[in-house]
């Protein structure tokens, strides 16, 4: 998707005008790219050797795509790709015609809602440091669960749900390393499916994500496609509400959220059904379920899973 356009003329008339006028005083949000993009005219394009929707939309926003990160730029790809009928927004041909029109900055705007509300695209955000994010992310990498050129949209993503919605991206992580072995998107157990196991039944989180017909669609939804189910059901369970959330209110936002509101340390939790051993209070399945044993319990399994892992080495084996 970066691949450098080779003819890029036709955008650069387009251009200039607006980057002459934005010199004196660039966007600093998303919101205003957006708003800047649509005073902007519908214009068509004919694709050229090289372009990618990627290329196309950031040459066709200037100056201003520097505010954006590359997750951003890709959900403005994709909407230009549903809006031109297009099936598969990482393939265009050669002389295909692309209308580019100040709704499709707008449409991708309301897909990330939750950000713009409150977040500024600022370098100290996309460089926080998240070394258990980091490390499962890079693992997912090398268990094919992940494209390595999404790594880093992924990671922004995470960061930017984590702001809009109050919880820390590393106990993301280590909720995602319980429930799908780390940012697995094919992850299920027959009735719940994803990176964060949306399961079916009518008030659960399938049907909460919008997926309630046919839960099992989700596992042909790529992570990034999977994150914004995840920002749908964290508004939907009211997240935010608990906010900053710890690791166990957030782990128990997706298992059972009603199990929320005992909030003392020891007390067993009302949780249906058989979990992982990890999270009960001495491992043991017989036994009981609370907040401290979901703590120890994510935990560890987390530096079970990352431990035999180092990024280098993982970064060595994809390249």
Known sequence: MEIQSKNSDQINDIVKERTRKRESAPSTSFRQVVEEANREATSTLSVQRGD??????????????????????????????????????????????????????????????????????????????????????????????LQAQEQHSVRDKILQLATSHGFSPDDFARTTLMESDGMNPRASNGSCHGIIQFCSGGNRGAASAGYANDPKEILSLSVMDQLDLVDRYFTDTKLKDYGPASLDTLYLTVLTPNARNETRANVPLNIAGRQAAALYEGRDQAGVITRNSIITGLKQNARERLGEFSVARIERKIM
């Open 52 to 145: 990618t929707l990627v290329s196309l939309t950031r040459n066709f926003l200037g100056q201003s795509a520097a505010q954006l990160n590359k997750g951003q730029i890709y959900d403005l790809a994709k909407t230009l790709a549903k809006e031109n009928g297009i099936a598969n927004p990482d393939r265009i041909m050669p002389g295909q015609q692309i209308t580019i029109t100040p709704m499709s900055t707008l449409a991708a705007l309301k897909l990330r809602q939750g950000l713009v509300e409150g977040v500024q695209l600022t370098k100290e955000s996309t460089q926080s440091s998240a070394p258990v994010l980091d490390k499962t992310l890079a693992r997912a990498v090398s268990k094919g669960y």
